[in-house]
């Protein structure tokens, strides 16, 4: 089965930075574009980032751009974010996705993501 599991989220200043991984399995990882997408309390789920198969092309959300950087190893088939500059507004759970289920909205294996909280 398809397994993604996402980790390294904390609790972190403004301006602080943290590096979130997501471990994949049951699937072919390099033949895969991922995403990160997070979701705030009472938000809707937003779109933070892509990045293609083997890792040439990345593509970000305005309001992260500049700031957090998508990367992947395909050889330890793990997805990474890093996360730099934090805003409060950047406070949410962040899950990674296969970019194709992103698109259908298909959730069943995204897991239970890893929470980034940004407070002073």
């Known amino acids: 089965e398809v397994q993604l599991q996402a980790s390294g989220g904390g609790l972190v200043q403004p301006g602080g930075s943290l590096r979130l991984s997501c471990a994949a399995s049951?699937?072919?990882?390099?033949?895969?574009?991922m995403s990160w997408v997070r979701q705030a309390p009472g938000k809707r789920i937003e779109w933070v980032s892509t990045?293609?198969?083997?890792?040439?092309?990345?593509r970000y959300a305005d309001s992260v751009k500049g700031r957090f950087t998508i990367s992947r190893d395909n050889a330890k088939n793990t997805l990474y974010l890093q996360v730099n500059s934090l805003k409060p507004e950047d406070t949410a759970v962040y899950y990674c996705?296969?970019?194709?289920?992103?698109?259908?909205?298909?959730?069943?294996?995204w897991g239970q993501g890893t929470q980034v909280t940004v407070s002073s």
């Open positions: 990045i293609n198969g083997d890792g040439g092309s990345t």
């Open positions: 049951g699937f072919t990882f390099r033949s895969y574009a």
């Open positions: 996705a296969r970019t194709s289920d992103y698109y259908t909205n298909y959730r069943n294996n």
